[in-house]
């Protein structure tokens, strides 16, 4: 039986595995390829990792469109889109189909699934 690691002192879960950066930038990579972000950046904080990425027609000031993010303390996994949260999991490969998901379907239609 498992034991939580959640408070534990001798367990520090961390960002991003060297795995999660190679998906995430062929994620990345595939996604700015096929015009669907304008751009896309790895953001390393105390609490979190995380990949922001941006609308086509995001500009200069907008927030993020998409980010997915690994909590530090817990090793937990997170995608939003805008302000909401479409999934979580223990590892980044658990919600890579809804990170395609969103990369994949038109704004209006992303609208219609996230709202």
Known sequence: MSTSTIGNPRHRACG???????????????????????????????YADYMAAWAIDA??????????????????????????VVATASSLGKILPAIWQAVTVRHSEEDAIFA
């Open 16 to 46: 991003f595995t060297p795995t999660d950066l190679t998906a995430l930038n062929d994620l990345g990579a595939a996604a700015l390829r096929q015009q669907r972000w304008s751009r896309c950046q790895v953001v390393h904080e105390s």
């Open 59 to 84: 500009g200069a000031g907008s927030a993020p469109h998409l980010t997915i993010a690994r909590f530090k303390r817990t090793g937990t996994y997170a995608l939003t889109v805008g302000s909401v």
